[in-house]
Each structure stands twice: as structure tokens, then as C-alpha cells.
């Protein structure tokens, strides 16, 4: 045989390897010794011939959830319960060329996501079939029938995800937490302490105010020795004995709120304050946009808590009974403080400043795991990154809407992204150090609550100019793939199964709150990079510490960062 007649006769080897792929997986089926996802079904050879054979179109679905671990599973299952995938194909999802757009960690959630697959459409009340068969959290707004090869991965352009804040979050580090020690100490050594604080100018005020107003009288209230001992523990001076917890920060950093810079007419009086904040939240709806989101680990009740070898406590403290309750009163305050905290424009706009350092193409190796400086994958394109101009109340808590739009995420990039912004913001640091960020220089960054993190939105730009272009010159009229004619039934969802969700379980756990003040709490300079010195500071022993003496902190500094996430908080290119 002539190499000609050869190459005209040439076999297919990725077609003649596929079809010995499915006849060994299909051998291997008949035979039981091929394991089939969870939350496949395996009908017998008589259900399959009786249902027949139905003609089968390739889709775009469109779908929302929150916080929902199987959606996989919960779709699929319920598109063969609705008729929508055939019997035969309901033992692998593979068979109908299921493809989630975008993967999201446990914790966060999708306004808008796209499923594509092959799909019996025949039906047309399908959608209403298949929703019966979900659960209230997932929701299929409708479908577009899609070209043969579309897939909801690969012709992705891009992603639109939205981070819903406390505005109280860009308060400045307490003055006598360590960050907020080592924060002036170093701002001195640099010599910028014009410039800290020309960028701390809005809120130089809180913390001063907030101590004489509300934590001050409310001390003077208590048995001198109790006053001691609770003022020790909220600056982390000397941890106390409660529940044979280890102590994970200091006072402030349990459950929290927010104040104003302006404390005359927001602040409570310090018996106002101490008082239990009511948590019945309203329904967020119309105007009210914004979003919160939590995720830390550290509750304010265990602040004053330490293992009970660790420490030797005094006959003449005390009884426990006395400084526990001291302790929740004061936890009290300090959350309704700072849950008065307004926004002043000013700070937004240096929030938004800071953000505008990630636009662009950059290389975000400090903002994921496992990728190193010179790894050209970790180089991401950030089409826009905007703060809400109006943040929203929500039962006396302002928040903030902060909308990201990039090309693809990595894995935790967008919530370190998150940090990030909050931490340069709150502890008056140069806007420049973000783009430090980009060298090759390691930043410790940890990850910020996963509950406020949302998938608003893919987008199919590119696709669906194609789809104009073919409009009349095909037989099938397919539609552009997006949510617009989904616009109030996704809002309602996003107000019902997200918003309110995450504004309820904030006003409960306080999460943010507990989030930054671990933060502030740790004694180990990996932070430092936020002060006037930078990254060196960041290489440099704290002194009056030793590694033994950081262990709890260190242990601390996990609780807060680790949240047992084994996905990306983005797509299936690991984002966010």
C-alpha cells in the first residue's frame, strides 16, 4: 500500500479509542464492576424498551441555587424524573453530555448558572416537571436550544460574581489589637505618618469614640476586679478560663457589628448597647441591593477562652458566672457599635480606588493555592471591579455590593481578592501594595466568608453574536443564551433563597465580624505587609513573641481561614 492510498484509508483513532472506551465501560457495566455516580439510576432493559426512543436536542439550561453541595445530582435526578433525560441515559450523565458552566463551593451561591446537555424538549410543560422534582434552593428558569457542539464550559467568555460586605468590615484594626500595635509602631518606622493618616482621616475618630461612649461607661458599671479582667481580654492582654476553650482572639474579635465615625447621632448609649439586638430580619426587597456574607470561626462567647492547663487562675478572681455574663454584655456593645457604622463617601471611594488595582491582566499567584509566581495560568484578565455607590440597610446593618467581572477564576481567587481590598482599606495602606501583590514576593492572604460570595451571572457574548449572525440563514432558530427573560423571577429568587439568607445567618453568628478581628488578634507578622513598611515587615520576628507563644493564634488564624471547601468558589475553572 502507497503512503497516499494509506493516507486516504488512514483510520480514525480517536473515534476507533472512544468506541472501545464505551464498549469496555459498557462491558464493564453488564458485568457490575463499573461504578456509576450516586446519583445516577440504573432502570432495567424492560423500563428502557417500554419508554422508546425520543428525539433528543442539545440545550442551554438556565438555573439558580444557593448554597446547595449535590446540584449535580439534584438536577440530573430530576431530569429523568421529568422525562427530560431518557432512561437509557440515566445511569451516566456523560450520555447526555451534562456540563455545569461554573462550580461553586459549599456556602456560595448562583443567581445564574448554565447547564448544557442533551435534552428531550418535546414536552411543554418540562421546566414546571422538572422544578417539581427540586428542591425550593435550585431553580430552572427555562432553556435555548443550542448548537451540536455548544458547551457551557468552553464557550464561556466569561463571569460576573458578586461579594455582599458589612461596610463596618473597612474599619480600622482596634488601636490595641496587635495588628493595630504593630500597624502605628511600624507606620513610625517608615515615616508615613502623614500619609496613614491622611488615609485613615474618615475613621480616626471611631474607635476613641466608641470607647468613651459605650465600652467606658459600661466597665465603670462593673466590680472593679471584673472591669480588670474584662479589659484584659478585649485587648488580648491576659486570656481567661472559659469552657476549657482555647482563646482564639482578642474581646472584639468574636461576634460582630458595626459603628459610625460618627457616633453623636448613630450610637447607642452604653445601656442601649448592652441590651440583646433583636435579629427579626426584614424581607430584603426592592431597593434593597445589597448583600452580606459570613464566614469565620470564632465566636465571641469563646473569646475570653483558653485551655484550662494553660494557665493558672487565681483564687481571687472572680466567680466565672459573673465574668461570662460581663463578657456577653460587652460582646453586645461592641457589635451594635460598629453595626452603626455608616460608610462615608470618602471610604467608598477609597474602596473603590483599591479596587481598580486589579483590573486588567495580572498575575494573581498569592490569590489561590498551589500555583507560583512564574506559573503562566496564574496571570487572570479582571474585566471590571465596582463597588455599590448606594450600600443598603438591612436591620441596621449597612452593607456593600462589590461586583467582579472576569475572564476565569482560580481557586479562592475572588474571596482573597476580597481580603485583600478590605485589609489595604482598613488598615490605611498604600493602594500600591495590591500591585506588591502581583511580584513575586509570597502574601499570606486569607480567604473572607464564603456565604456572601454569589454567582451572579456567565456570559456567552461571543455565542450569541454567532446566533445573530445565523438568524434566517438556519432551519432551527435558536435563542441568545442569557438570563434577560428570567430578570424577575432570578431577582426574586436571589431576594428569597439568597439575600435574606445570608443577611439572617450574619445577624446571627456575626461572621465578618469574627472573620477580621481573628485576623487582628494573631501575634505573627505575615499581616505586616499592610503596614507603612511592606512586604519586609512581613519577614521580620515580632518582638515579645516566640513560636511556642503563637501557637493558639496560629491555630486561630486557621479556624478563620480553613472552611472545609474542597471546590473553587467560581466555575470549573476553579474561580473565585
Known amino acids: 500500500m502507497g503512503r497516499s492510498e494509506w493516507s486516504r484509508n488512514a483510520v480514525d483513532k480517536r473515534a476507533r479509542n472512544e468506541a472501545t472506551r464505551e464498549s469496555s465501560k459498557r462491558q464493564k457495566l453488564e458485568n457490575g464492576d463499573e461504578k456509576i455516580p450516586i446519583y445516577a439510576t440504573r432502570f432495567s432493559k424492560e423500563d428502557i424498551e417500554a419508554e422508546g426512543r425520543k428525539p433528543k436536542r442539545k440545550v442551554a439550561v438556565m438555573l439558580g441555587n444557593h448554597d446547595e453541595k449535590t446540584i449535580e445530582g439534584d438536577l440530573f435526578k430530576a431530569l429523568v424524573a421529568a422525562g427530560a433525560i431518557s432512561k437509557a441515559n440515566a445511569d451516566d450523565p456523560k450520555k447526555s453530555s451534562f456540563v455545569r458552566c461554573a462550580r461553586t463551593d459549599r456556602g456560595v451561591h448562583a443567581a445564574g448558572n448554565i447547564v448544557s446537555l442533551k435534552m428531550i424538549i418535546e414536552d411543554p410543560d418540562i421546566v414546571q416537571k422538572i422544578n417539581e422534582h427540586l428542591p425550593p434552593q435550585i431553580r430552572v428558569w427555562g432553556f435555548e436550544q443550542a448548537k451540536g457542539g455548544f458547551s457551557s464550559y468552553q464557550?464561556?467568555?466569561?463571569?460576573?460574581?458578586?461579594?455582599?460586605?458589612?461596610?463596618?468590615?473597612?474599619?480600622?484594626?482596634?488601636?490595641?489589637?496587635?495588628?493595630?500595635?504593630?500597624?502605628?509602631?511600624?507606620?513610625?518606622?517608615?515615616?508615613?505618618?502623614?500619609?496613614?493618616?491622611?488615609?485613615?482621616?474618615?475613621?480616626?475618630?471611631?474607635?476613641?469614640?466608641?470607647?468613651?461612649?459605650?465600652?467606658?461607661?459600661?466597665?465603670?458599671?462593673l466590680d472593679p476586679k471584673i472591669s480588670a479582667e474584662v479589659h484584659k481580654a478585649l485587648y488580648n492582654e491576659q486570656p481567661l478560663i472559659l469552657d476549657t476553650q482555647p482563646i482564639a482572639q482578642p474581646l472584639l474579635g468574636n461576634k460582630g457589628s458595626s459603628t459610625t465615625t460618627d457616633t453623636s447621632s448613630d450610637a447607642p448609649t452604653a445601656a442601649e448597647a448592652s441590651s440583646p439586638a433583636k435579629t427579626n430580619a426584614e424581607p430584603a426587597g426592592g431597593s434593597q441591593k445589597a448583600n452580606p456574607q459570613p464566614d469565620s470561626g470564632i465566636d465571641l462567647d469563646e473569646i475570653v477562652a483558653t485551655e484550662s492547663t494553660s494557665l493558672d487562675v487565681p483564687d481571687e478572681r472572680p466567680p466565672l458566672s459573673a465574668l461570662e455574663d460581663a463578657f456577653k454584655q460587652l460582646k453586645t456593645i461592641i457589635v451594635t457599635a460598629k453595626r452603626a457604622y455608616r460608610i462615608p463617601p470618602a471610604r467608598l471611594a477609597r474602596v473603590q480606588s483599591v479596587l481598580n488595582n486589579y483590573l486588567g491582566t495580572k498575575n494573581f499567584h498569592n490569590y489561590t493555592v498551589g500555583k507560583l509566581p512564574h506559573d503562566p495560568s496564574a496571570k487572570r484578565v479582571i474585566k471590571s471591579f465596582t463597588a455599590g455607590p448606594e450600600p443598603v440597610l438591612i436591620n441596621n446593618t449597612e452593607w456593600l455590593s462589590l461586583k467582579v467581572h472576569g475572564q476565569s477564576f482560580m481557586l479562592h481567587q475572588i474571596r482573597k481578592m476580597v481580603t485583600m481590598a478590605a485589609n489595604v482599606v482598613r488598615c490605611g495602606c498604600h493602594p500600591d501594595r495590591i500591585k506588591d501583590s502581583y511580584d513575586h514576593e509570597d502574601f499570606r492572604i486569607p480567604k473572607a466568608p464564603s456565604l456572601g460570595l454569589l454567582l451572579e451571572r456567565p456570559v456567552f457574548d461571543t455565542y450569541n453574536r454567532d446566533i445573530e449572525r445565523e438568524k434566517g440563514n438556519s432551519e432551527v432558530q435558536r435563542g441568545k443564551i442569557g438570563f434577560e427573560k428570567f430578570e424577575k423571577e432570578v431577582e426574586e429568587f436571589k431576594q428569597r433563597e439568597i439575600y435574606e439568607r445570608i443577611f439572617r445567618e450574619e445577624e446571627s453568628d456575626d461572621r465578618f465580624h469574627a472573620?477580621?478581628?481573628?485576623?487582628?488578634?494573631?501575634?505573627?507578622?505575615?499581616?505586616?505587609?499592610?503596614?507603612?513598611?511592606?512586604?519586609?515587615?512581613?519577614?521580620?520576628?515580632?518582638?515579645?513573641?516566640?513560636?511556642a507563644d503563637r501557637k493558639p493564634e496560629e491555630a486561630a488564624a486557621a479556624a478563620a481561614d480553613v472552611d472545609s471547601e474542597e471546590d473553587s468558589d467560581g466555575p470549573a475553572q476553579q474561580d473565585g
Do not use: N
Open 515 to 547: 472573620f477580621f478581628a481573628s485576623l487582628d488578634g494573631v501575634r505573627r507578622p505575615d499581616l505586616l505587609y499592610l503596614s507603612s513598611k511592606g512586604i519586609s515587615a512581613a519577614k521580620e520576628e515580632v518582638s515579645g513573641t516566640s513560636k
Open 155 to 221: 464557550m464561556c467568555d466569561s463571569r460576573i460574581y458578586e461579594y455582599l460586605i458589612p461596610t463596618y468590615c473597612f474599619l480600622p484594626p482596634h488601636p490595641q489589637s496587635f495588628l493595630g500595635k504593630e500597624l502605628i509602631r511600624l507606620v513610625h518606622e517608615a515615616g508615613d505618618l502623614a500619609g496613614y493618616e491622611e488615609r485613615q482621616e474618615e475613621v480616626s475618630s471611631f474607635w476613641a469614640e466608641t470607647e468613651a461612649k459605650l465600652v467606658k461607661p459600661f466597665l465603670d458599671t
